[in-house]
């Protein structure tokens, strides 16, 4: 078991393979384990990087509520780079994941060499359609408090699959990590030059119109739509999931490390 601290929280990660980075974050209550039918096509290449976010998995549980936001989050995830060595990554996750990576680009851009946005929103331009997001992330919060560990089994795979030990990081990971601020993340699309990747599941519908705006606006992106998968498409599909990353990161000479 390999952990990082962080200003006193533990962080779980593990490293597979050798070659390229490629960190890969999780969805909201989800943990590393979603990806483990990735590690084997995905290590063959590169030096994968899994991991839990705080409140998460096997990562700590931090009592305080401003341990957990976005910006904690980023940095968690520059020091898990920090930690493996790597200046530069392919960053990418699936759907909190994913917009975490755009978020780290945000406040990184120099050390994102590739994005993978898997079955994710990119944030909302329009004031009223967050509020409206945030009060289903404060609604999740309160179901976890009251409900605890058990809604996990009304989830999407990705959250089925996993295991934490206690309802409150993920009640609290609702409150400062779910919840968005502002349109920082969506407006940067346009300024995002590295190359990009957008998957998502043929029947992952509230997330298709917000793929199909990040391949328009991320300017050369590559979307890839999985059949018959859904929110967790790497899990439903994790053949044609595969097949479209190393085929993508082959096409963009990202199997190799850089120059």
Known sequence: MTKLNRDGVEIYYEVHGEGPPLLLSHGYSATAQMWRGQIDALSRHHRVIIWDMRGHGQSDYPADDRAYSEAETVADMAALLNAAGADRAIVGGLSLGGYMSLAFHLAHPGRVRALLIIDTGPGYRNDEAREGWNKNALRTAERYESEGLGRLAAGSPEMRMSTHRSADGLARAARGMLTQTD???????????????????????PFIAA??????????????????????????????????????????????EAA
């Open 211 to 256: 793929s199909d705006y990040m391949a328009a606006k991320i300017p050369g992106a590559r979307k890839v739509v999985i059949p018959d998968a859904g929110h967790a498409s790497n899990i439903d599909q994790p053949a044609a999931f595969n097949a479209a990353v190393t085929g993508f990161l082959h096409d963009a000479g990202l199997d190799r």
């Open 183 to 205: 349109a920082r993340v969506i407006a940067s699309l346009p300024t995002i030059a590295v190359p990009s990747l957008v998957v998502v599941g043929a029947n992952d519908t």
